[in-house]
Nanobody, 123 residues
Framework: QLVESGGGLVQAGGSLRLSCAAP????????VGWFRQAPGKEREGVSCISSSETVTTYYADSVKGRFTISIDNAKNTVYLQMNSLKPEDTAVYYCAVAFECAAPMPRAFFGSWGQGTQVTVSS
């Protein structure tokens, strides 16, 4: 099971960096995705990274240009740098693994979900 951290309360326009760690598991050839779920809404794919051969990334249109996903293989950790945050980014953010980053990140392709980390953006 993955472990997310780094969430918190931030004002609109601010930044947060989320981390996804994998105790006892090596990301290796897997893709790692970030999802979010706001109250009353379905969980949606935000970003994904795959570094099996070459590094490939995917971003949902709603976060392109504001969020950046990266991986530190030495620390076995995936990061989601979130800049220019908006109130509509408020959600619980989850990370999960899949065999590849297939847009638009069907939830059924991903597993080993973490418990999530709350991100709240105030206006």
């Amino acid at each position: 099971q993955l472990v997310e951290s780094g969430g918190g309360l931030v004002q609109a326009g601010g930044s947060l960096r989320l981390s996804c760690a994998a105790p006892g598991f090596t990301f290796g050839d897997y893709a790692v995705g970030w999802f979010r779920q706001a109250p009353g809404k379905e969980r949606e794919g935000v970003s994904c990274i795959s570094s099996s051969e070459t590094v490939t990334t995917y971003y949902a249109d709603s976060v392109k240009g504001r969020f950046t996903i990266s991986i530190d293989n030495a620390k076995n950790t995936v990061y989601l740098q979130m800049n220019s945050l908006k109130p509509e980014d408020t959600a619980v953010y989850y990370c999960a693994v899949a065999f590849e980053c297939a847009a638009p990140m069907p939830r059924a392709f991903f597993g080993s979900w973490g418990q999530g980390t709350q991100v709240t953006v105030s206006s």
